[in-house]
């Protein structure tokens, strides 16, 4: 992929390389476009762009724990909704041990399955694959598909509506960045699958344009003997990425792409070094992406930019304003220029959308509703 050299404008105070060389008791605002990828400005502030007063208006970040969501659910049509707009829909879904007695389908897009917890075993129309936390698993558009639960499973469910997923171009890094695609696997023809070949009747409920039909077959479709080609569910599981590093730059979030269909970018940010470089930034920067919304599920381990924020929880910052780290985030990069934090631990995914996203309505005490407070000046700061 190559790019026109172009040669932005300055004034005033500024820093040549974004991200670097911050002057001291200043702050850089990147406003971008085009989620990192299109033109885009470096603001120096004598403030924190997050150093709010006061917030009024139905504009604001939202914090959720998914883990006050209660209730088992045999069934993923049935999973809690979470957020979603034309062109996506995320859902949590909690099922318990054991195996579904049905199949599902979606005709309305590509499904995309990370797995928070639990352990199983996936039966799809291309036969047989296990999965255990940290997975993704893709299924294609129309893929029938059942699991079997050893343990009880959490998931967030990302649809791909009316479109699909498909992998970054790595561009100048090449196609073996990140991982290489040897390590996705696809499902198999093997023992376990055959053993599931039945002449009992069968249920498949099948979503299409969000209602669910279900159609019954006097025998178990999932009667496969072999296939070819490239349209075939995969699995990857967030340790076999190998993070995108730069000592001397702070990436932006799109450098750790994992899937991506025409309008929803999937990330997923696992452990790394800290840049070693003592200009570099080492925490998120400040950011306005006027164009996007920016979606994270905290999977596992301390998610630096931010603060009480545990497992199972997830957050949602709207385009329109600027955001950034956390107070406590200037604590471990002070840490990692002493030498005295050398990486991070963090686990989660990112869901970034070129459209606006609705929130699903949520039962009491879901949502931290004080959330917004979290970057608020505090008196005398």
Same mark, same amino acid.
């Given at each position: 992929?190559?790019? %026109? ?313 709207? %385009? ?14 002070? %840490? ?46």
């Amino acid at each position: 992929m190559k790019q %026109a050299i172009t040669f932005p404008k300055a004034e005033g105070v500024f820093n040549k390389q974004a991200h670097c060389d911050i002057p001291a008791g200043l702050f850089e605002h990147e406003h971008g476009r085009e989620g990192f990828f299109g033109a885009a400005s470096h603001t120096l502030h004598s403030h924190k762009p997050t150093d709010w007063g006061a917030w009024e208006g139905p504009l604001r970040p939202h914090c959720l724990d998914l883990n006050k969501l209660a209730g088992d659910a045999a069934c993923p049509l049935s999973a809690h909704p979470v957020m979603g707009n034309a062109n996506t829909r995320v859902r949590w879904w909690r099922a318990p041990a054991g195996a579904m007695q049905h199949l599902v389908r979606n005709g309305d897009g590509d499904d995309l399955l990370f797995v928070h917890a639990g352990v199983g075993e996936l039966y799809c129309d291309y036969g047989h694959m296990g999965f255990r936390d940290g997975d993704y698993l893709l299924l294609p558009r129309g893929t029938a598909w059942r699991i079997e639960a050893t343990q009880p499973v959490e998931m967030l469910l990302i649809e791909a509506t009316d479109d699909y997923f498909q992998l970054p171009d790595r561009g100048i890094v090449g196609r073996h960045a990140l991982f290489d695609a040897a390590v996705l696997e696809t499902p198999k023809i093997d023992d376990a699958f055959k053993a599931q070949y039945s002449e009992r009747e069968t249920t498949v409920r099948i979503k299409r344009r969000g209602a669910v039909s279900t159609v019954t077959f006097p025998f178990n479709p999932l009667d496969c003997v072999g296939w070819h080609g490239d349209c075939v569910p995969v699995r990857l599981n967030w340790r076999d990425i190998r993070e995108m590093l730069s000592d001397r730059y702070h990436l932006p979030p799109t450098a750790h792409a994992t899937f991506l269909s025409k309008t929803v970018v999937v990330c997923t940010f696992a452990p790394r070094p800290l840049e070693s470089d003592p200009g570099a930034l080492k925490v998120p920067f400040f950011h306005s992406n006027v164009e996007f919304d920016e979606f994270i599920f905290y999977h596992r381990g301390n998610f630096f930019s931010r603060d009480n924020i545990s497992a199972g929880m997830c957050t949602l910052h709207p %385009a329109g304003f600027a955001h950034g780290p956390h107070p406590k985030a200037f604590a471990l990069a002070e %840490a990692g220029n002493k030498g005295e934090r050398r990486s991070t631990d963090e686990v989660a995914v990112m869901i970034d959308t070129r459209f606006a996203v609705d929130l699903a309505g949520m039962p009491p005490g879901v949502e931290n509703l004080d959330y917004i407070d979290s970057w608020k000046r505090k008196p005398g700061a």
